[in-house]
């Protein structure tokens, strides 16, 4: 029983995190139409950020956040503003291969300038700290993470749904046409998209980096379950996002343990799978 | 034409009674050239090989292509396709001794039955959805194969060496004279398969799907079925190319016949030289291995990695601002585009 | 002969009715108008007959046939074609190749199918533009092409929706004379909500409002029935002008 509980643990604590990696992708999408194929790599430059933080300046990941957040959003609108921008009045082709090009490149990127070596944070605040509730062991860099990600997410939705430029984003998600009538710069908002959505990426890179090995294909696995998580949810749909994610980590905790550990990464895409075809708009899109 | 051979120029009226306009022969023309003497002029055992391999990607971009470019449907797992053809080859032979060419076969008819059940549930989906969903399905075959102890789960399978044979596909010596001619024989053969299907009714209406399914289906398509054909297609293709790769490594593993890498780079090489036309994956693979090759050459592990930055941002320039690829970046400079021919 | 029979055709979207028990039916050899404000369910109906929704309720039956809810291409085949309000030609295809799509429908013969084309396209005036793509056109002429396109799978009826709309009074007048030109060939229906134009045409109007029918008859008798009056009311209709 208590081993069923820490799957649940670890798998809330796991959801939390691609939560706000979701999000920011489900953002994008929602705002400019394209799926940022990018995603997960956007996760491994900004855990380069903090990794080379904490190298050169002793910055532990946790204070490094806001850097991480801000160089990968400065990636996300730079991203938007050569290439994507472009690709966006072509074809699905197009706009599916720019961000595929953009994935190519910043993994070469990163294997050339730092090499293909798997680099670790030690030592990190939270590094040693455990907590053990009813038996169950809740480690503190994931705990932490996992807060962090939901306060992250929180502040995202507050902007989203609270703020003046925030609903001028969401209008624009729903219609660009009706919202640009209505004053509101769409080339602003997809930039801003590009903006939030590489902040939240940052964010989900500073908190993770401090238990997850930085190399350049770090982000496969938090950036491949992204795509499932966003297309289960509903693309565009931040709420779904954020439900498919628990959802996801749920699963793949719990299908690691009972399962043999070799499958539990098949079950995420199996779901999807049925997920998609049964309902093609996602648990709660709207597309 | 419907999006076939626009290398050849830009008339796209195809006189009545007769097929092949002159214009139009000048790239097989080239082809044959360039293919034919290629292992001649590039002689060294390792240039066969990227040769070798130029033919293989080039066949399975353009499997790939009549679904991708040609249909619309982006499929980015069309590794599982590879790893059918590759497993089946070597599979038969472990097991049944089965010749390699029978395999190959067999290989082809189980990705297109395979193509049909995957088909059948994916293409109700669109855009976005669709590719997302062929990412899934190619992972879910990467992980099958990885645990499977009948295929040899992670650790692989060997077919054993035998003495040369072309019954037996294969050869031995350092130069890979026979496996590139047959390889390029494959490629030909790929390449007229998908002229005669451009230039038929089922050309015209894959890319009336492309275009607009609504409409296409308005006019009477059944756009299930055709949508199915240019997959089966594409999977039988991308099948043989992986049941000769099987022969010519003599060895299959997961991460060597079923990783998304391999998708990936089967479309990217499409991408690179256009998907508009039939010869854009021919030249979009030539290309990319040739520039892999030389890359990892004269930089080593440091060109690995530069290579990928510089196909990557390749890549993104193709797909901002040149979509047709190479092909459309050297149709621009050639002439202008005449819109308002006469008949 | 009747070839096409509608009979209580209802749809439901969220809670609004579409269309609410829609039934009428079409002779062969008629041209038929179906008249309504904006809203009034007229492309809903249309998308239910031509197989790209499918009724919540109602039958659709076409020369004896039952094809309610069936796909959009066994509609084409069994001889019922339609253009789009918004006007869907394929992009980047040539015109030519444009309605070649239509013309294999009937002919699987890609040289066959293309002599066929060259023939529709000189009867709507396109021929001097046959290698131009689809996106390169003005409206008109594209508003053309899709309808050389469906008149290329060889249909007993034909289904125009908003065929006029975007036109200046020009390009209005040329579309109806070419219209004209083959309404004895083939049966026609067409949605229209200027009156103007689709009253001098039709043989029989039938005016839906709110998703419901609500008058059918001769274009005389319907443009003054009180009724159809009253809901067009305050509304005044021109051929959009430039």
Not at chain 1, 161 to 186: F, V, Y
Not at chain 2, 248 to 253: G, K, P
Not at chain 3, 73 to 78: E, M, N, P, T, V
Not at chain 3, 123 to 134: F, H, W
Request: charged share 15%.
């Amino acid at each position: 029983m208590e081993v069923f509980a820490q799957t649940i643990v670890s798998g809330l604590l796991l959801g939390a995190v691609l939560g706000l990696i979701a999000v920011g992708l489900t953002l994008i999408f929602g705002v400019v139409d394209i799926v940022n194929f990018a995603h997960g790599e956007f996760l491994m430059v900004g855990m380069y950020i903090a990794f080379f933080a904490w190298r050169l300046w002793g910055v532990d990941p946790l204070f490094s956040i806001p850097l991480a957040a801000l160089g990968v959003g400065i990636l996300g609108v730079i991203s938007y503003l050569t290439f994507v921008r472009h690709a966006m009045r072509g074809t699905l082709l197009s706009q599916i291969f720019v961000t595929f090009g953009l994935l190519i490149f910043l993994r070469g990127l990163a294997q050339a300038l730092f090499s293909s070596n798997f680099r670790g944070v030690q030592g990190s605040i939270l590094g040693d700290v455990s907590l053990s509730v009813g038996g169950v062991s809740v480690p503190g860099p994931q705990l932490a993470a996992a807060v962090g990600s939901l306060i992250a997410t929180s502040a995202i939705g507050w902007f989203v749904w609270r703020t003046r430029m925030g609903k001028a984003l969401m209008a624009t998600s729903q219609d660009r046409e009706a919202a640009a009538m209505l004053g509101i710069n769409p080339h602003r908002m997809f930039a801003l998209a590009w903006f939030i959505g590489g902040i939240a990426t940052g964010v989900a890179a500073a908190l993770i980096v401090s238990y997850q090995p930085v190399h350049p294909n770090s982000g496969i696995a938090y950036g491949l379950p992204a795509f499932m998580i966003v297309a289960l949810g509903g693309f565009g749909s931040i709420g779904g996002a954020l439900a498919a994610a628990f959802l996801v980590g749920l699963i793949e905790n719990i299908a690691g343990f009972y399962l043999p550990t070799e499958y539990k990464e098949l079950w995420i895409f199996v779901l999807f799978l049925i997920v998609v075809i049964a309902r093609p708009q996602g648990l709660l899109g709207r597309r | 034409m419907a999006g076939a051979s626009e290398v050849a120029g830009d008339e796209r009226t195809v006189e009545r009674g007769r097929p092949w306009r002159r214009q139009e022969l000048w790239p097989w023309a080239a082809f044959m050239v360039v293919f034919g003497l290629m292992p001649v002029l590039y002689s060294a055992p390792y240039q066969h090989n990227i040769a070798v391999l130029i033919c293989l990607t080039a066949l399975m971009a353009t499997g790939w292509n009549l679904l991708g470019g040609f249909t619309g449907q982006i499929s980015l797992g069309h590794a599982l396709f590879f790893g059918v053809g590759a497993y089946t080859v070597t599979v038969g032979e472990l097991r049944i001794g089965l010749n390699p060419w029978l395999g190959m076969l067999l290989g082809a008819a189980i990705a297109v039955a395979v193509s049909m059940i995957v088909g059948l549930p994916v293409f109700r989906l669109r855009g976005h959805y669709f590719s997302i969903a062929t990412i899934a399905v190619g992972e879910i075959a990467f992980l099958i194969f990885l645990n499977w102890q009948f295929v040899g789960a992670a650790g692989g399978l060997s077919i054993p060496i035998k003495e040369d044979s072309l019954l037996e596909l294969q050869f031995s010596g350092q130069h890979k004279w026979e496996y590139y001619y047959l390889a390029a024989g494959l490629l030909l053969l790929a390449l007229v398969a998908t002229q005669l299907i451009l230039k038929s009714r089922t050309g015209y209406y894959l890319a009336a799907i492309r275009e607009d399914q609504e409409a296409a289906a308005s006019v009477g398509i059944p756009v299930a079925r055709y949508k199915q054909i240019a997959l089966s297609f594409s999977a039988a293709t991308v099948a043989i190319a992986g049941a000769f790769f099987a022969q010519y490594v003599l060895f299959v593993d997961p991460v060597s016949v079923l990783e998304l890498a391999i998708s990936i780079q089967i479309t990217i090489a499409a991408v690179l030289g256009g998907v508009k036309s039939m010869w854009g994956p021919v030249i979009g693979a030539a290309v990319l291995l040739s520039l892999t090759e030389t890359a990892r050459l004269y930089l080593g592990g440091t060109g690995e990695a530069l290579n990928l930055v510089a196909y990557g941002l390749l890549v993104m320039l193709i797909a901002a601002f040149e979509p047709n690829g190479l092909i459309g970046l050297a149709q621009r400079f050639r002439r202008p585009r005449n819109t308002r021919g006469q008949r | 002969m009747v070839l096409l029979e509608v009979n209580g055709v209802t749809k439901h979207f969220g809670g609004v009715a579409a269309n609410e028990n829609v039934s009428f039916s079409v002779e062969e050899g008629e041209l038929v108008g179906i008249m309504g404000p904006n809203g009034a369910g007229k492309t809903t109906l249309f998308d239910q007959i031509t197989g790209f929704q499918a009724p919540d309720s109602g039958r659709i039956i076409f020369d004896g046939r039952d094809v309610t809810g069936k796909r959009p291409d066994r509609i084409c085949a069994a001889g019922l074609a339609r253009t789009f309000q918004i006007v869907r030609v394929f992009p980047e295809l040539t015109v030519l190749d444009n309605v070649v799509v239509g013309a294999l429908h009937r002919h699987k013969d890609v040289g066959v199918a293309q002599k066929r084309t060259y023939e529709l396209l000189e009867r709507v005036g396109l021929e001097d533009r046959s290698n131009a793509l689809g996106r390169e056109l003005p409206l008109a002429a594209r508003k053309r092409v899709q309808l050389a396109r469906a008149l290329a799978t060889e249909p007993r009826m034909l289904f125009l929706d908003e065929a006029m709309a975007g036109l200046n009074k020009k390009e209005a007048g040329a579309a109806v004379e070419l219209l004209k030109s083959f309404r004895q060939e083939i049966t026609i229906v067409m949605t229209e909500h200027v009156m103007e134009i689709l009253m001098p045409l039709s043989d029989r109007v039938i005016v839906l409002v709110e998703g419901k029918k609500l008058v059918e008859g001769q274009p005389k008798e319907v443009s003054t029935d009180k009724r159809v009056v009253a809901a067009y009311l305050g509304e005044k209709f021109v051929a959009s002008g430039e």
